[in-house]
């Protein structure tokens, strides 16, 4: 089984920059597709950004285009979110997703496309 962690998040002023990081632990074969999510205060889990495990095809939200970029390193089991510009409406937890399995059954954008989830990291955006 393999187990999803993040890190990097914290609190920022408004325009500024914050680096999440996701590594994978455990034992498995592949990990497929990965994406982010994030869950503000009082709201549903949203999409952030997705990556294909095919030929690394990134898939944002419209709501952090041009702001966020999603990478990942294969040989470290990785995947990582550069959010620059950040907003106060960026405030949120944000969690890694990833696919054990691959389907290919719902969009990116749905959490319903991935098996395995890491516990969230904290991302504060105020002055």
């Known amino acids: 089984q393999v187990q999803l962690v993040e890190s990097g998040g914290g609190l920022v002023q408004p325009g500024g920059s914050l680096r999440l990081s996701c590594a994978a632990s455990g034992r498995t074969f592949r990990i497929y597709d990965m994406g982010w999510f994030r869950q503000a205060p009082g709201k549903e889990r949203e999409f952030v950004a997705a990556?294909?495990?095919?030929?690394?095809?990134?898939y944002y939200a419209n709501s952090v285009k041009g702001r966020f970029t999603i990478a990942r390193d294969d040989a470290k089991r990785s995947v990582y979110l550069q959010m620059n510009s950040l907003k106060p409406e960026d405030t949120a937890d944000y969690y890694c997703?990833?696919?054990?399995?691959?389907?290919?059954?719902?969009?990116?954008?749905?959490?319903?496309?991935?098996?395995?989830w890491g516990q969230g990291t904290q991302v504060t955006v105020s002055s």
């Open positions: 990556i294909s495990w095919t030929d690394s095809s990134t």
């Open positions: 997703a990833a696919q054990q399995y691959y389907s290919n059954s719902y969009s990116y954008m749905r959490d319903e496309r991935y098996d395995t």
